[in-house]
């Protein structure tokens, strides 16, 4: 079983930055990428960042207006979640998802479907 743990989240002000973790275990030899969604209460799921496993690609959603960056840690099996220049609307449940199908081109890794294995998700809040 595919293990990822999201940490990280709280409570942040309006214009503040977060730094969320998504460590990755028991993972398949076939793993390609990692990716973060987030959904707000009464909302659909967002795609906001994902990251190859082999190369480091990135591919950030044009939405978030370079807000956000995504990273990952080899040594440590962890991809991260860059915040900044927080809003309200950035209010969420946040959640990493890994994915074991391969896929070549600029967009893929964007929808939920793509994505077998889930964390459990963390809560950030921000304050205006």
């Known amino acids: 079983q595919v293990y990822l743990t999201e940490s990280g989240g709280g409570l942040a002000q309006a214009g503040g930055s977060l730094r969320l973790s998504c460590s990755v275990s028991?993972?398949?030899?076939?793993?390609?990428?990692v990716g973060w969604f987030r959904q707000a209460p009464g909302k659909e799921r967002e795609f906001l960042a994902v990251?190859?496993?082999?190369?480091?690609?990135?591919r950030i959603a044009g939405s978030l207006n370079g807000r956000f960056t995504i990273s990952k840690d080899n040594a440590k099996n962890t991809v991260y979640l860059q915040m900044s220049s927080l809003e309200p609307n950035d209010t969420a449940t946040y959640s990493c998802a890994l994915s074991p199908y391969s896929c070549s081109g600029e967009r893929c890794y964007g929808h939920e479907g793509d994505y077998p294995h889930w964390g459990q998700g963390t809560q950030v809040a921000v304050a205006s």
């Open positions: 028991n993972y398949p030899s076939n793993i390609y990428a």
């Open positions: 990251i190859r496993w082999s190369g480091g690609g990135t």
